[in-house]
């Protein structure tokens, strides 16, 4: 049965695409979404250019809006006049503000139709509101991961797995632990079987591997760009991931070929409010990779490097190239070869900035993601529609991707913090 499907504007500027997305049911948006779309358009980064493209798809669909246009997968498309609704929304919710404006649209809309009326946003508030205010709300589907939750990149395998010809579900890029007793083997899965991995698969001099996580992570970052080009980790805090990328970063500058490494790390102020803060880029971005930084210090004093040394070392990375300070506001238009790529805080960014940072790598280059889905900071984003979610399970089972979640026991911490998580974090 038809539906009408009423789409909030941070729909449309993340996934500009998404008019095109509900079949043969009827799209609506609301003249506050086309004019806040307007506003938009020149907006800084992946904003202004998600509303431009929506403002161009709108424009393709060519007709009478205000009557509705059928579009090529039968559905329907309009633009609803707010000057036409009655004001539905409870006395507390006033009309000057456009979410509420939206609200209402819907609320009208659902009145006036004998259809199934239900709004689509990713902003949290505005659910909670809009069910507040009595209308039936969605996330957008479309880009959920619905059966990602329960992988994550390793299983346990027996002596039979390893030996039997037939493939019994494996994917490409997975890790095994076959068991014996107190001794375990460590596998990765290929195309032709499971292939041991030996400690020199996972070997770098300037770290050692802790755990059984960290030895797949590291065999990981260290492949071939060319055989994986793709390294997706995910995990709480203390997990190591920053570390053992930096450590694979450094170890592929100074003894496997890549010219430099670049780091940028996603999150609200990074993308959005990056021209508020004072200075030339790198100073903008400084602040926000002090994790970096100190885990360089940890990297480098391992080297038996003097404190003031490592100092001078960690300036002079910066300013030769080796290390590189990137926003993601500036990735669009360039092409990354040989290039280390280090994406921290990746589940906060949109689907269309993975995509981005991924298309933007060339030959030699190596992209790695690193998050966790739980620490989501932007409120268009949750654990299920963020970037490096949708990129994990798109990409599972990718020859050229392999991917890692760190498990509770696998967390690297001081005995305090360690206390502090388990006895202060509210589940």
Excluded at 29 to 41: F, N, R, V, Y
Excluded at 344 to 369: F, H, P, W, Y
Aim: overall charge negative; proline content about 4%.
């Amino acid at each position: 049965m038809k539906k009408n499907y009423v789409l909030d504007t941070n729909i449309l500027i993340h996934c500009p695409t998404a008019i095109f997305g509900f079949d043969d049911n009827n799209v609506i948006i609301t003249t506050t979404t086309l004019q806040e779309l307007d506003s938009k358009k020149t907006a800084f980064a992946e904003v202004g250019y998600g509303a431009r493209e929506s403002i161009r798809n709108i424009e393709s669909i060519e007709g009478d809006y205000a009557n509705g246009v059928t579009m090529p997968n039968g559905g329907t498309f309009k633009i609803a006049k707010e000057s036409e609704f009655e004001k539905l929304v409870p006395a507390e919710y006033t009309l000057d503000r456009p979410d509420n404006r939206i609200i209402n649209g819907v609320l009208a809309i659902a009145k006036a139709s004998e259809l199934e009326t239900i709004l689509v946003t990713n902003d949290i508030s505005m659910r909670i509101n809009a069910t507040m205010c009595g209308c039936v709300v969605q996330g957008y589907h479309n880009e959920m991961i619905l059966d990602n939750e329960n992988y994550t990149g390793r299983r346990d395998i027996t002596p039979e797995d390893i030996e039997s010809p037939f493939n019994k579900g494996f994917l490409e890029n997975e890790f095994g632990i076959c068991r014996d007793g107190s001794n375990s083997a460590l596998y990765t899965f290929k195309e032709d079987g499971w292939h041991l991995l030996k400690d020199r698969d996972y070997y770098t001099p300037y770290c050692q591997p802790r755990n059984v996580g960290q030895r797949f992570a590291l065999y990981a970052l260290l492949a071939h760009p060319e055989d994986l080009p793709l390294v997706i980790l995910k995990g709480s805090a203390g997990t190591a991931k920053t570390f053992l990328s930096l450590a694979a970063g450094l170890q592929g500058y100074y003894h496997n070929g890549y010219d430099r490494i670049m780091i940028t790390r996603s999150n609200t102020l990074s993308d959005n409010d990056l021209g508020f803060l004072p200075g030339d880029l790198e100073e903008k971005m400084t602040p926000l990779i002090a994790p970096f930084m100190d885990n360089l210090q940890v990297l480098l004093k391992g080297q038996n490097e003097e404190k003031e040394q490592v100092k001078l070392q960690i300036e002079d990375m910066f300013d030769t190239g080796i290390i590189e300070i990137c926003s993601l506001a500036y990735m669009r238009g360039r092409s990354l070869v040989n290039s280390f790529i280090i994406v921290d805080e990746a589940q906060n960014c949109t689907i269309g900035q993975i995509l981005e940072i991924i298309t933007r790598a060339g030959k030699g280059s190596k992209v790695v993601l690193l998050g966790d889905p739980d620490q989501i900071d932007s409120p268009k984003l949750d654990r299920k529609n963020n970037g490096l979610s949708f990129a994990a399970e798109r990409m599972k089972g990718s020859k050229l991707c392999a991917q890692i979640t760190f498990d509770e026991s696998e967390t690297v911490r001081s005995a305090l913090a360690a206390e502090g998580a388990k006895r202060l974090v509210i589940k």
